[in-house]
């Protein structure tokens, strides 16, 4: 008679799954989440530029006083901050991140595990804006020194800004044709 009820409740439990994983589909590019994350993940790396959010940077080089001052600060900080962490760590992180970035890579395009593929088509990309914010910030490094321009420090992070979008707009265009690709292959007419 235990065993029955057991059995009954294991059944109960698998069943729930079951539904839990047909209601979300497990499988990354035909689910809704990660398209979601995909655009906040890209949305929010254009709108904070090393750290600084757009709509500042818009409103220092409009209005000056003490939102340059605010925005100058804040980048001055950020700048300093990004750099410190690439002189102190830079090479322990690189290695960490080439070693994790790589195994992903593989698991995903070698063993065509679609989690892994999901995962470093993020990644991918990221990594290659924060190579990009730490050449920004060590441009930023000497012209922040002396007494800023907001104009040049506004123009150098918009720039950045730009640079972050291409390759986000990028990035976006490989999954969403990649998804496309995976989706199809998995789908019962191809």
């Known amino acids: ?37 995909l655009a906040v993940t890209w949305s929010t790396a254009s709108h904070y530029v090393l750290g600084v959010p757009f709509d500042m940077i818009v409103r220092a080089r409009r209005r000056g006083g003490p939102v340059a001052e605010d925005m100058l600060m804040l980048t001055a900080v950020n700048v300093r901050r990004l750099l410190s962490i690439g002189r102190e760590a830079g090479v322990m992180l690189t290695l960490v991140a080439s070693f994790l970035i790589s195994l992903i890579v ?34 930023l490094e000497p012209v922040l020194a002396d007494t ?11 720039r950045h800004r730009v640079s972050v979008q291409a390759i986000g707009m990028g990035s976006i265009c490989v999954t969403a044709l990649w998804g496309m690709f995976q989706n199809l292959q998995l789908s019962p007419l191809g």
């Open 1 to 37: 008679m235990r065993e029955t009820k057991g059995r009954q409740r294991a059944g109960k439990t698998l069943d729930i799954l079951q539904t839990i994983f047909e209601l979300i589909d497990m499988r990354s590019f035909s689910n809704l989440w990660y398209w979601i994350a």
């Open 106 to 139: 593989v698991l995903g395009f070698v063993f065509r595990i679609e989690f892994a593929q999901a995962v470093a088509l993020i990644l991918v990309p990221l990594s290659g804006v924060g190579l990009l914010s730490l050449r920004t910030a060590a441009r």
């Open 148 to 158: 800023p321009e907001v104009e040049r420090v506004a123009r150098i992070l918009l």
